[in-house]
């Protein structure tokens, strides 16, 4: 009780879908459902309070013997490496053996046999779960009646922002419970944002004295003493400007920290008074509104053709081209994409939770010696999915698949850093494209993000 109750108070506003997962999979006595499935739009926290709720489990419930394997289905993009993930992390810490699963059936043999105590309970999240239609047709329906095929207390829980009608033809028989997460209204987008006021307002602190502020004790003075109802002024304002255009929490919840420092900005100069909402208000109109360009990538960029292009102009057009920063990742997931070859993926970038590192070392030592190096071969054509894959991998927190993402590709092609070999259509899954810039170029942009992009290339390890 105690712990839904500080999972409340991290995640205001999902009072009634926390209690509906603690009510399924809370109860260490008792049979788990055998799938559920959680849907709701992007950014509605089906993936943090789930997560959350599941480590708090594990935390606190010493007692309970749970298990649990939380995948990203977008990461793990085959039915195999998607087998071999789950395994790795429901199988006994202390065997070293690498897992290895051929097909479906192999995999449920080797969840039949995990079973030690009685008492045992599973946990299998899927995350991006609408994935699992690109996979064989059998391992959906597997995923949802996997507790009767391999006889332990286990639940499959498939989260994605469709209904479950959207990519499954339901069956009376193996039909989860469906959980739906609503998105949230302007007011409470409001509420959740307004939590983050003890953050935003260390962030401000932090920045001020990272910035040597002249009359720096001054304005901690002004700083310390600020009030949450001063904060939602601010939330008030800002959401005017971008509730309507952007609906993702994160981006919200960072773009509203940014745009906070140039509120406080007059104030803290004692240009504008506190309590001057109106002339506030003007001051920050246009940040705010150049803020939200920048949440948007900038078609109108000119073209650029890296690949014949010296070093010095490299360097200039790769720093001061105007990608958002996921966009910088994306080019640069691109970039890894054409030049490994997808065999290293797995061992490269999806995370074992902390088994083993992320890291070329251990491929290192299995890697076969390749006679030339592929960067200077040439590009190797790649598709979106092995493409978001990477993307994801490479990625230190996580985002969500958004539209946004996937226009961020078609610009990127816009711009010629990628180009279409066979298809067209970036939501096309048969579509292949391969990344046009060099290696210095997107050493440069992996410079801008602070990401160390040799480290993660076959050739250089
Ligand atoms: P997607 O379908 O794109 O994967 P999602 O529903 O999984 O989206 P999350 O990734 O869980 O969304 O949430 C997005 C961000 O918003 C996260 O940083 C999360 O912590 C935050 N967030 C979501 N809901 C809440 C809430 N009720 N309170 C506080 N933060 C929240
Ligand atoms: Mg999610």
């Not at 109750?5 to 788990?32: D, M, V, Y």
Request: charged residues 20%; proline residues 3%; glycine residues 4%.
């Amino acid at each position: 009780m105690e712990v839904l109750n500080k999972i409340n108070e991290r995640f205001p506003c999902r009072k009634k879908e926390l209690q509906t997962i603690a009510n399924l999979l809370g109860h260490s006595a008792e049979i788990l459902p055998s799938a559920i499935h959680i849907y709701g739009h992007t950014g509605t926290g089906k993936t943090a309070l789930l997560k959350h709720f599941l480590n708090e489990s594990i935390r606190h419930n010493n007692k309970i013997n749970l298990n649990v394997a939380f995948v990203n289905c977008v990461e793990s993009y085959t039915s195999r490496i998607l087998f071999e993930n789950i395994l790795e992390f429901l199988r006994n810490e202390d065997t070293d053996q690498t897992v290895k699963i051929e097909n479906l059936k192999d995999f449920i043999e080797q969840l039949r046999h995990l079973q030690i105590e009685p008492d045992a309970l599973y946990i299998i999240a899927l995350d991006n779960a609408e994935r699992l239609r690109d996979m064989d047709a059998n391992v959906l329906p597997s995923f949802l009646r996997l507790q009767q095929l391999c006889g332990l207390n286990l639940c499959v829980v498939l989260i994605s922002q469709l209904s479950l009608e959207k990519f499954y033809c339901k069956t009376s028989i193996d039909s989860p419970v469906i959980l739906y997460f609503p998105q949230y209204t302007k007011s409470e987008t409001l509420e959740i944002l307004s939590a983050d006021f003890k953050n935003t307002q260390k962030l401000l602190s932090s920045h001020l004295r990272r910035n040597k502020a002249d009359n720096l004790s001054h304005k901690m003075t002004i700083v310390e003493p600020l009030t949450k109802e001063f904060f939602n002024n601010y939330l008030n304002l800002f959401l005017g400007v971008f509730y309507k255009a952007c609906r993702d929490l994160s981006e919200l919840k960072i773009t509203a920290r940014k745009c906070f420092i140039f509120y406080m900005e007059p104030i803290l100069d004692g240009t504008v008074n506190m309590s001057d909402v109106s002339k506030l208000w003007r001051c920050i109109a246009g940040q705010l509104r150049t803020a939200l360009t920048q949440v948007y990538i900038r078609s109108g960029q000119p073209e650029v053709n890296p690949t014949e292009l010296n070093n010095k102009g490299i360097e200039k057009i790769a720093q001061s081209l105007e990608l958002p920063y996921y966009g910088k990742y994306l080019l640069i997931a691109a970039f890894l994409a054409s030049y490994n070859s997808s065999k290293e993926d797995k061992r490269l970038f999806v995370k074992n939770h902390g088994k083993r590192r992320k890291r070329m070392q251990t491929v290192n030592a299995n890697a076969k010696v390749t006679e030339k190096m592929s960067t200077y071969i040439g590009p190797k054509s790649f598709t979106v999915d092995r493409l978001l894959a990477i993307f994801y991998a490479i990625l230190e927190e996580k985002v969500g698949l958004t539209c946004n993402l996937l226009s961020q590709i078609s610009t990127l092609v816009n711009l010629k850093l990628l180009s279409f070999v066979s298809g067209e259509n970036v939501m096309d899954g048969t579509s292949r494209l391969q990344c046009t810039v060099g290696l210095d170029f997107i050493v440069c942009i992996s410079q801008v993000v602070g990401f160390n992009v040799r480290q993660y290339l076959c050739d250089f390890n």
